[in-house]
C-alpha cells in the first residue's frame, strides 16, 4: 500500500518500535505529544490474555479514509487494528483497542461465543429496552426486538435520534453501554472491554451470561 511506504520513510522521525506481546504497532501519523505510549502499551499487556491477542497481526495508529467515511475511531480488517491517532489521553487509546481486540477474539472464538445463550441474553434486553423507548415516546420498529445482528437503520436511529447521551441513562442497569446495544457483536464487545478494563461486577450482575463466556474465554488456552 502506498500510504504504507510513506508512512515508513516518515516513521523514521517517530517511535516506531513499539510491541505488544510481539503484535507490531505502526506509527503512521503523530500523536499527541502528551500520550505516553508506553502506558498504553503496559496496561494492555496487564489486563488482556496473550491467547485473546492471537487474532491481531498488527496494530496501525494514524488517520484513516475509512474512519473518517464512517465517523469512527477504530476498526478491525483482516488481522489488523486501525486505530486513530487523534486521542485525548491514554485510557481513550487503550478503550479503542481494546474494543477491537474484542472483535479479533469474536472471530477467533465465535463457536465458543455464539453457540449458547448470549443472544437470548441480547435480545431479551432489546425487548425490554423497545418498551422503554416506546414508553418514551419514540417511534420505533418492532425489528428492534428480534434483530440481533447488526443494522444500519437501528444503529442510525440510537445514535442520531435517540443519542447516546439519553440513551446511557435509560439502559442503565440492562447494557454496560447505550453502544452495547446496538448490535450482539457490539454487546459482546462492550463485554469485554468491561470484563478486562471497568466494573466486572457490574457485567455479572447485568449480564450473566456473556460474563460467563468472557471468564471461559479468559481461562482458555490454545
Keep these: 500500500m502506498l500510504w504504507l511506504k ?6 523514521k522521525n517517530l517511535r516506531d518500535s513499539w510491541s505488544l506481546n510481539g503484535i507490531q504497532i505502526f506509527i503512521k501519523d503523530k ?11 503496559n496496561y494492555i499487556n496487564s489486563r488482556i490474555p496473550q491467547h485473546l491477542m492471537n ?4 496494530i496501525y495508529v494514524g488517520e484513516f479514509e475509512e474512519m473518517e467515511r464512517r465517523d469512527i475511531n477504530a476498526f478491525f480488517e483482516d488481522g489488523a487494528i486501525y486505530v486513530t491517532n487523534n486521542q485525548d489521553n491514554e485510557m481513550d487509546m487503550i478503550d479503542d483497542i481494546i474494543h477491537e481486540m474484542a472483535h479479533a477474539t469474536e472471530r477467533q472464538y465465535m463457536d465458543q461465543i455464539y453457540s449458547g445463550a448470549i443472544e437470548k441474553e441480547f435480545l431479551g434486553k432489546r425487548e425490554r429496552l423497545y418498551f422503554i423507548l416506546k ?10 426486538r428480534v434483530k440481533s445482528e447488526y443494522d444500519h437503520d437501528i444503529d442510525n436511529f440510537l445514535y442520531q435520534e435517540v443519542g447516546y447521551d439519553h440513551l446511557n441513562m435509560l439502559v442503565n442497569g440492562l447494557f454496560v ?19 478486562f478494563m471497568g466494573d ?17 474465554l479468559k481461562d482458555m488456552e490454545e
Excluded at 453501554?177 to 470484563?195: D, M, P, V, W
Design 135 to 144: 414508553g418514551e415516546g419514540y417511534n420505533i420498529s418492532p425489528v428492534f
Design 6 to 11: 510513506e508512512s515508513i520513510k516518515k516513521s
Design 177 to 195: 453501554s447505550a453502544y452495547a446495544s446496538t448490535s450482539l457483536s457490539e454487546y459482546f464487545a462492550r463485554g469485554f472491554e468491561e470484563y
Design 55 to 58: 487474532g491481531v497481526d498488527i
Design 200 to 216: 466486572v461486577n457490574y457485567l455479572r450482575k447485568i449480564s450473566p451470561v456473556l460474563f460467563n463466556i468472557l471468564e471461559s
Design 31 to 41: 500523536l499527541p505529544e502528551q500520550l505516553d505510549m508506553k502506558f498504553v502499551v
